[in-house]
């Protein structure tokens, strides 16, 4: 991934009770990569226009802020 493309990307390692309703918040004004362990709440987050990443690396591999919950 390119640096240009990683600059504003948001990324989400786990999307339980607190980081599902985040990334659904941020994905509405930034580019947001996610991943969870749990493929249907990786899902939910793809059909609000977040990219779904492989694994927790990948996701910091295409993103340039991380949070983690």
């Known amino acids: 991934m390119a640096n240009s493309e990683r ?3 948001v990324g989400f390692v ?3 009770m607190m980081g ?3 990334a659904g918040n941020v994905v509405k004004h930034y ?3 996610v991943y ?3 493929r ?3 899902q939910l987050l793809a059909d609000k226009g977040a990219q779904v990443a ?3 690396a ?3 591999q295409r993103a340039s802020t991380l949070i983690s919950m």
Request: proline share 8%.
């Open 7 to 9: 600059k504003n990307t």
């Open 14 to 16: 786990g999307l339980g």
């Open 20 to 22: 599902a309703p985040m």
């Open 31 to 33: 580019p947001t990569v």
């Open 36 to 38: 969870d362990i749990d």
């Open 40 to 42: 249907a709440k990786n």
């Open 54 to 56: 492989t694994g927790a």
């Open 58 to 60: 990948n996701v910091a």
